[in-house]
C-alpha cells in the first residue's frame, strides 16, 4: 500500500482537461511543498512533469499544472493529447526525510 | 545529451548479490545527489538510497538498510548499488535518478532485478 493516495485511473477526451488528486497526511504534503509528480510511459523511466507543487521544468508543457490544498495535492493537465497517455505518479518529501509516492493514475485519453 | 543509463540487473538466487551501476553523461556528475529508487507493480515506486555529491553522507530505506551499499565515483560519472543478502521482495525495476532538491529530474530506463530460485 501506497503512502500517498492517487485514483487507479482517470479518462479524458482530447482537448479537454484531467485533474489528478494525490492525498497525503500533515507529514508530508500537509508541511512541505516539496510534492513533484511524474509522467511515464510504458517500459519507460519516469519524466519530472511539476516540482515544488507548481513548478514545471524546462521543456514540460504549460498544459501540466499543480496545486495543493491541505493534505491534498493536484495535477491538472489541459487540452489533453494522444501523447499525454501514460502512467502520473506523485512524490512528496516526508518529515522522516525520506520520500513517499502514490500508487501511480493510469491516464487514457479517449 | 543529457542521460542516465542503469545496467547491472539479471536473475539472483535468494541470498546472493548484484551490484547494479548508473552511467551518467551530458551534466557535472558531481555537483548532484544522486538516489536508487524501484518500481514493482504491487507496491509501486519506492526510494531506496541516495548519496550525497561528495560521496560522504548515504542513506538508506528500512527495507534495505544493512544489506545494500551506494557509491558513487565522480571521476568516472558513475552511481552503484551493492545489493546482498537478497530476498524475494526485492524483485523489482531499479532506476537512478539524479536530485537536485527534494525531485527527482533526471531517472535512468531501469534496469530488472529478478530474485528467485
Known amino acids: 500500500q501506497s503512502a500517498l493516495t492517487q485514483p487507479a485511473s482517470v479518462s479524458g477526451s482530447p482537448g479537454q482537461s484531467i485533474t489528478i488528486s494525490c492525498t497525503g497526511t500533515?507529514?508530508?504534503?500537509?508541511?512541505?511543498?516539496?510534492v513533484s509528480w511524474y509522467q511515464q510511459h510504458p517500459g519507460k523511466g519516469p519524466k519530472l512533469m511539476i516540482y515544488?507543487?507548481?513548478s514545471r521544468p524546462s521543456g514540460v508543457s504549460n498544459r501540466f499544472s499543480g496545486s495543493k490544498s491541505g493534505n491534498t495535492a493536484s495535477l491538472t493537465i489541459s487540452g489533453l493529447q494522444a501523447d499525454d497517455e501514460a502512467d502520473y505518479f506523485c512524490?512528496?518529501?516526508?518529515?522522516?526525510?525520506?520520500?513517499?509516492f502514490g500508487g501511480g493514475t493510469k491516464l487514457t485519453v479517449l | 545529451e543529457v542521460q542516465l543509463v542503469d545496467s547491472g540487473g539479471g536473475l539472483v538466487k535468494p541470498g546472493g548479490s548484484l551490484r547494479l551501476s548508473c552511467a551518467a553523461s551530458?551534466?557535472?556528475?558531481?555537483?548532484?545527489?544522486m538516489n536508487w529508487l524501484r518500481q514493482t507493480p504491487g507496491r509501486g515506486l519506492e526510494w531506496v538510497s541516495s548519496?550525497?555529491?561528495?560521496?560522504?553522507?548515504?542513506y538508506y530505506a528500512d527495507s534495505v538498510k544493512g544489506r545494500f551499499t551506494i557509491s558513487r565515483d565522480n571521476a568516472k560519472n558513475s552511481l552503484y548499488l551493492q545489493m546482498n543478502s537478497l530476498r524475494a521482495e526485492d524483485t523489482a525495476v531499479y532506476f537512478c535518478?539524479?536530485?537536485?532538491?527534494?525531485?527527482?529530474?533526471?531517472w535512468g530506463q531501469g534496469t530488472r532485478v529478478t530474485v528467485s530460485s
Open positions: 535518478a539524479r536530485d537536485p532538491h527534494r525531485r527527482f529530474d533526471l
Open positions: 500533515i507529514n508530508d504534503i500537509g508541511i512541505y511543498n516539496f
Open positions: 512524490s512528496s518529501y516526508t518529515t522522516n526525510s525520506t520520500r513517499v
Open positions: 515544488d507543487v507548481y
Open positions: 548519496i550525497s555529491s561528495r560521496g560522504t553522507n548515504t
Open positions: 551530458g551534466f557535472t556528475f558531481s555537483d548532484y545527489t
